[in-house]
């Protein structure tokens, strides 16, 4: 776990209250910088209604901290001399690693929101027990955290990513049925292999990618939207008045095992009739390409953009399979985008994943479904819209969590000099 370390921030016999006021005021300086860019001392105190004094105590040490940077002088207009500029730093960042049937995907950024790791591997978790994917996990994250200090960004944390139902408390996957995983410890695994004094996170996929979506994606800023990834599973994460839903205990996004067909195909969930029989990446291909479609046996299972390339290849081509199959895929996509319209109401629902590299194909179909289904006539206000973000939406969400823990208490991170991963090859 990230260092509870708070030299500098008082002494041990410093009231507790004090402590709370000085660490919420940290926050709101961070916070201020974050939203509003550079500003000098000066402006911050005017901007937070906190003393200069204090403004300069809490910005020395947040610069001891190596949380924000002092850049060139900042003219305020008036007369005196310039106070120099306090940004946020490049030297501390984050990484978020999401795991899924075929790929692993990383993004590492900095405390500034600058990308610098984006890369996804193909990965056959189908073919691997818990334990290779867990080792094969922690070397991601090894390589990973050591390539974002060779860059000189110090780590603070990580952000797993997994399509399943999560104890985020715990950092325990309850359930993810497409991986074969049950109550698996994925942080305590990971803390074993990683670094001390880093913190270690675990969520959901798409509760990761809805976070992501709602700070940088297509629909940033829009504080009612649904975000739906499509991959060989399916996975919803909703953010209502501009705030993630978890639920009573955290698994609420579980949208593709809605049941949509009774007595319909077998999941793998154990039940029947799920969406996501309806309209993942498994039965897309094989409606649209039952030449190579998804089976029993050892061979991996193919990079799921490769799988999407021959499909708008097909396409392309005037395939007929191909062209009913994706239409089939778009209805019962806005049929259960009509569930989730119906009981939410979101401004937008935001394609991830697969759905995203064929949305030009996949919603009309979509939305002509949702604008029949839906019960409200506020529903025609509700659109489909296609994600950027492509398939690493949830391992950036991920390394956006760690972000966010550092400007919710800068106190968590350690004073050393020295990156805590200097010892990492």
């Given at each position: 776990?990230?260092?509870?370390?708070?030299?500098?921030?008082g002494s041990a016999e410093e009231p507790t209250d004090q402590l709370a006021m000085?660490?919420?005021?940290?926050?709101?300086?961070?916070?201020?910088?974050?939203?509003?860019?550079?500003?000098?001392r000066a402006a911050i105190a005017a901007a937070t209604g906190l003393h200069k004094a204090t403004v300069s105590s809490l910005v020395d040490e947040l610069l001891t901290r190596r949380l924000v940077r002092e850049i060139g002088a900042e003219h305020s207009g008036g007369a005196g001399r310039p106070g120099r500029g306090i940004a946020l730093s490049p030297d501390v960042g984050a990484i978020g690693i999401e795991i899924n049937v075929d790929y692993l995907a990383v993004h590492g950024s900095d405390l500034t929101g600058r990308t610098v790791i984006e890369k996804r591997v193909s990965f056959d978790a189908m073919h691997r027990d818990v334990e290779r994917c867990l080792d094969d996990l922690t070397e991601a994250a090894r390589r990973s955290l050591a390539e974002l200090v060779r860059r000189g960004v110090t780590p603070v944390g990580l952000t797993v990513a997994?399509?399943?139902?999560?104890?985020?408390?715990?950092?325990?996957?309850v359930l993810a049925p497409n991986l074969g995983w049950r109550d698996v410890p994925v942080a305590t695994r990971l803390?074993?292999?990683?670094?001390?004094?880093?913190?270690i996170g675990v969520d959901n996929d798409a509760n990761l990618a809805a976070l992501a979506e709602y700070t940088w994606g297509v629909a940033a800023g829009t504080d009612d939207l649904v975000y739906l990834t499509g991959e060989?599973?399916?996975?919803?994460?909703?953010?209502?008045?501009?705030?993630?839903?978890?639920?009573?205990?955290?698994?609420?996004?579980?949208?593709?095992h809605l049941p949509v067909e009774p007595g319909g195909a077998p999941c793998g969930c154990g039940r029947v009739g799920c969406w996501e029989t309806k309209v993942g990446l498994a039965e897309l291909v094989r409606r649209a390409t039952p030449d190579a479609a998804y089976g029993p046996g050892d061979a991996p299972i193919p990079d799921p953009q490769e799988r999407i390339a021959e499909v708008a290849r097909r396409l392309s081509a005037g395939d007929r399979a191909a062209t009913e199959a994706v239409a089939e895929v778009g209805r019962?996509?806005?049929?259960?985008?009509?569930?989730?319209?119906?009981?939410?109401?979101?401004?937008?629902?935001?394609l991830g994943g697969y759905f995203a590299e064929l949305a030009d194909h996949l919603i009309p179909a979509a939305q002509a479904n949702l604008a029949r289904l839906a019960v409200a006539s506020t529903a025609a206000r509700c659109h489909f819209v296609a994600s950027h973000l492509g398939f690493t939406a949830a391992a950036r969400g991920g390394a956006g969590v760690v972000v966010e823990r550092m400007i919710e208490d800068p106190t968590a991170v350690s004073l050393a000099a020295q990156p805590p991963l200097a010892s990492v090859h």
């Open positions: 776990m990230v260092s509870k370390e708070r030299a500098g921030a000085r660490r919420s005021n940290l926050t709101r300086t961070l916070r201020h910088i974050r939203i509003n860019g550079p500003r000098s997994v399509p399943g139902l999560v104890d985020v408390s715990r950092g325990v996957v803390a074993h292999g990683l670094a001390p004094g880093l913190w060989v599973g399916v996975g919803g994460g909703v953010i209502v008045n501009g705030r993630l839903l978890r639920g009573a205990d955290g698994f609420s996004g579980e949208v593709g019962w996509l806005g049929h259960g985008g009509a569930i989730l319209v119906n009981l939410f109401n979101p401004r937008v629902i935001v």
